[in-house]
């Protein structure tokens, strides 16, 4: 995959993005639209898609290797921790805002923004290594990220429920299917895949309405979230590629470093309200559109 491909890839993800911050400014959706998408294609068109690429798709690796992946995910999520401590220490910052820029490189947006990525740029095939994925980030996530971030707002615990997500158990059902083999009846394959289609455009489109309520000239002008944001985009793909290249390789580690090199996660989708969680956000959305290419082209 040469990074012109990408670039290309990218550049449509970006024109989607854009239709999404268009319609926010020209007010065509209304204030509870991100809110009720977000809940629809979280819980329904993105689970959708995981199933999708175990139904009728010739699978990037075999069973015994599946345990090998799986592994790859974890240390995957423990090298953007290391990665984001690192940062989060060398960057003079108030202590709130370090744990912001510790969560912000530690965990990405593999949901929102990497499925529909990978999806775009390595093909439907890929889909479900990339899911595998949601298994270490909804533990982790859930078990150290946002429980924090919530107990220093004074907001609520994590519930079971939370963890267990519609996008977490969707990969654990992909995982039976892929290992048993499980026929699935044609119309219920071609509904799944219909509603999985629309996965691309409604996430870019959320992206995209999101990103139009950030003040825009603060978050270019915050050299600190600039940092914070290369630290995801950049420092934890080169990571990712020289650890993982050593026991996986082909389109499963180029899937990986894609994942690895996905914008933050934090303020989107978790309701923290932290105005340099939203600038790391908003850079780091801007700034991938170049940055995945370049990771790309030299990397894989």
């Keep these: 995959m040469t990074g012109l491909v990408v670039l290309e890839k990218m550049g449509m993800l970006v024109?989607?993005?854009?239709?999404?911050?268009?319609?926010?400014?020209?007010?065509?959706?209304?204030?509870?639209?991100?809110?009720?998408t977000s809940r629809l294609v979280a819980n329904v068109f993105l689970p959708a898609s995981i199933l999708s690429s175990v139904i009728g798709v010739a699978p990037l690796f075999s069973g015994k290797e599946l345990a090998v992946v799986i592994a790859g995910t974890f240390v995957l999520f423990g090298l953007c921790a290391v990665g984001g401590l690192v940062v989060s220490k060398v960057v003079p910052m108030p202590k709130q805002d370090q744990l912001v820029a510790w969560l912000s490189i530690f965990f990405m947006n593999n949901v929102f923004v990497g499925f529909p990525v990978v999806q775009a740029i390595f093909g439907e095939e890929a889909l479900f290594c990339?899911?595998?994925?949601?298994?270490?980030?909804?533990?982790?996530?859930?078990?150290?990220?946002?429980?924090?971030?919530?107990?220093?707002?004074g907001q609520g615990r994590v519930t079971i429920r939370e963890v267990f997500s519609p996008g977490l158990i969707a990969t654990l059902v992909a995982v039976v299917v892929f290992l048993v083999q499980i026929p699935v009846p044609s119309l219920l394959g071609d509904t799944i895949k219909s509603l999985a289609n629309g996965t691309v455009p409604l996430s870019m489109i959320i992206i995209g309405v999101s990103l139009s309520h950030v003040p825009i000239l603060d978050a270019f002008k915050d050299w600190k979230a600039y940092l914070v944001s290369l630290g995801r985009?950049?420092?934890?793909?080169?990571?990712?590629?020289?650890v993982l290249g050593l026991f996986l390789e082909g389109t499963t580690l180029g899937v990986m470093v894609a994942i690895a090199a996905m914008i933050t996660i934090l303020s989107l989708r978790y309701g923290i309200d932290d105005t340099f969680a939203s600038r790391v956000n908003f850079l780091s959305t801007i700034l991938c559109a170049v940055t995945l290419p370049i990771m790309t082209y030299f990397l894989l």
Aim: hydrophobic content about 55%; glycine content about 8%.
């Design 15 to 36: 024109l989607l993005m854009a239709v999404g911050f268009a319609a926010a400014k020209a007010n065509w959706v209304g204030d509870g639209f991100n809110q009720a």
């Design 130 to 153: 990339a899911s595998l994925t949601n298994i270490p980030f909804n533990i982790l996530l859930f078990s150290i990220g946002v429980s924090r971030l919530r107990a220093g707002q």
């Design 233 to 242: 985009l950049v420092l934890c793909p080169i990571l990712t590629y020289f």
